[in-house]
C-alpha cells in the first residue's frame, strides 16, 4: 500500500493553514530533528524502506505499528520498553493482557534496528526506531507526508548512507518531522501496563485521566483516537455491546443497527469468536483520513471508548470539526503525535542504545 498523492493545491494549502507544522523548531524539549544528522544519515531512508516492505506484505501492518508505538508512550514514557522480552529480572509488557496476542510489528521493528546496526552500529535507539516507524506507518496509509530535516539542494544517493539529510527536502515538503535523541530503557514491567493503558471499556473520564497524567490533554485523547481510522480490534474488545451491553441482555442501544447486524456475524455469541477482526473504521480502514469522526456522529463506532467521544460537549464538538474539517485532523495529529513522543524520554546518559531491541546489553 503506497503513499497518498494529494495534488498540489491541497499541498500548497496545507502549508498556508499549517505554519506551525510546517516550520518546526529546531529542538523540541530534549530531543533534536537533527539529532542524527552526522552520526547516522541514512536512518530515515532506512526505516522508511523496512516499514515499506512491511506494509507491502501486511496492509495491517500500518495500525499495528501505530499502535505498538502508543502502547510504548503511554506506559512510563517512550523508551521501547514495549519491546523487551521478559527476563529473570522482569515480566515484561509484551504478556500484559493489553498486549498479549494482540501488540504486533516487532518483528518489523527488530528487522528495521538489524539494518540500522549494519550501517550506523551502536548509535540509533529502539525507541527512536519505534517512532519512526509510526510516523511512516501513518504516511504509508494515507495520511500526512513524512520527511527529513537536512539542507535543501542536496541529492539523493543510492545507498542508505548516501541517502542522508537531505532525504526529506528531494520528496517534497516537511509536515511530519520527529524530533530525536530517545535513549532506551532498561526494564519493563507488567504492572505498569495493567495500571496505565486505557480500556476500550473504561469511561471517558478515566480515560482522560490517563493521558493527563502523561502530560497529555482531552484534545490529544481526541485527536490520537482517531488513529482508530486505520486497523481492526479483536472481538472480545467490543462484543459486549453487541448482545449483552451492561448486563442489559440486549445490544448497545446506541449502536447503528446495520453496524451491529455486521458485527453480529462477525462476532458470534460465545468464547470461539473472541480474537475474530472487525475494522475500527467501517468506512475506510485502511485508509489514514478522517471518517472514523464521521463514523462517530452516526453510531458508528466499535469501541465503546470511541463512541464515547459524542456523549461530552467538549470532544463531541471536536469530533464534529474534525468530521468537517481533514487538515485540520491531519495537522494537530502531527501535534499531538508529537507530544506523545515525548512522553518520559530518556535522554543524555540515561538509559542505553539497545544492540537488541528485544534485550538489554
Not at 501492518?61 to 523508551?79: E, P
Not at 485521566?209 to 484534545?219: I, N, Q, R, V
Not at 467538549?314 to 501535534?335: G, W
Request: glycine share 8%; aromatic share 10%.
Amino acid at each position: 500500500m503506497g503513499q497518498k498523492l494529494f495534488p498540489c493545491f491541497t499541498l500548497c494549502l496545507i502549508v498556508s493553514l499549517s505554519p506551525t507544522i510546517y516550520r518546526y523548531p529546531l529542538v523540541y524539549s530534549q530531543l533534536d530533528y537533527n539529532f542524527y544528522a552526522n552520526s547516522c544519515p541514512g536512518l530515515p531512508w532506512i526505516v522508511s524502506k523496512g516499514v515499506q516492505s512491511a506494509v507491502n506484505n501486511d496492509y495491517r501492518m500500518a495500525a499495528s505499528l501505530l499502535r505498538l508505538h502508543f502502547h510504548d508512550c503511554i506506559v512510563n514514557g517512550c523508551d521501547a520498553s514495549v519491546l523487551l522480552d521478559a527476563t529473570i529480572d522482569f515480566t515484561g509488557e509484551k504478556n500484559a493482557p493489553a498486549n498479549r496476542n494482540s501488540l504486533r510489528g516487532f518483528e518489523v521493528i527488530d528487522n528495521i534496528k538489524a539494518e540500522v546496526e549494519r550501517y550506523c552500529p551502536l548509535t540509533v535507539s529502539c525507541a527512536d526506531i519505534l517512532t519512526l516507524a509510526a510516523k511512516e506507518a501513518v504516511s504509508m496509509a494515507g495520511g500526512v507526508y513524512s520527511s527529513w530535516p537536512g539542507p535543501i539542494g542536496r541529492r539523493d544517493g543510492t545507498t542508505p548512507r548516501e541517502k542522508g539529510a537531505g532525504w526529506g527536502y528531494n520528496r517534497g515538503y516537511n509536515f511530519w518531522l520527529v524530533p530525536l535523541g530517545r535513549r532506551d530503557g532498561t526494564t519493563a514491567s507488567e504492572e505498569a501496563v495493567n495500571e496505565q493503558i486505557p480500556s476500550p471499556f473504561e469511561p471517558l473520564q478515566n480515560i482522560t485521566a490517563k493521558f493527563t497524567s502523561k502530560g497529555l490533554d482531552l484534545k490529544d485523547v481526541v485527536v490520537l483516537s482517531g488513529g482508530h481510522t486505520i486497523g481492526y480490534a479483536q472481538c472480545f474488545a467490543f462484543k459486549r455491546r453487541l448482545f449483552d451491553f451492561q448486563g442489559s441482555g440486549k445490544p448497545d442501544p446506541t449502536l447503528d443497527s446495520s453496524l451491529l447486524s455486521n458485527l453480529q456475524s462477525t462476532c458470534p455469541n460465545g468464547d470461539a469468536s473472541k480474537t475474530n477482526l472487525a475494522p475500527l473504521d467501517v468506512t475506510s480502514s485502511n485508509k489514514f483520513d478522517n471518517l472514523y469522526y464521521t463514523n462517530l456522529k452516526s453510531n458508528k463506532a466499535l469501541l465503546e471508548s470511541d463512541q464515547a467521544l459524542m456523549g461530552d460537549p467538549q470532544t463531541a464538538a471536536m469530533v464534529e470539526s474534525y468530521s468537517m474539517n481533514p487538515l485540520i485532523f491531519y495537522n494537530d495529529f502531527v501535534a499531538s503525535m508529537i507530544k506523545l513522543g515525548n512522553v518520559g524520554v530518556l535522554t543524555g546518559e540515561n538509559g542505553e542504545i539497545r544492540k537488541k531491541c528485544g534485550s538489554v546489553n
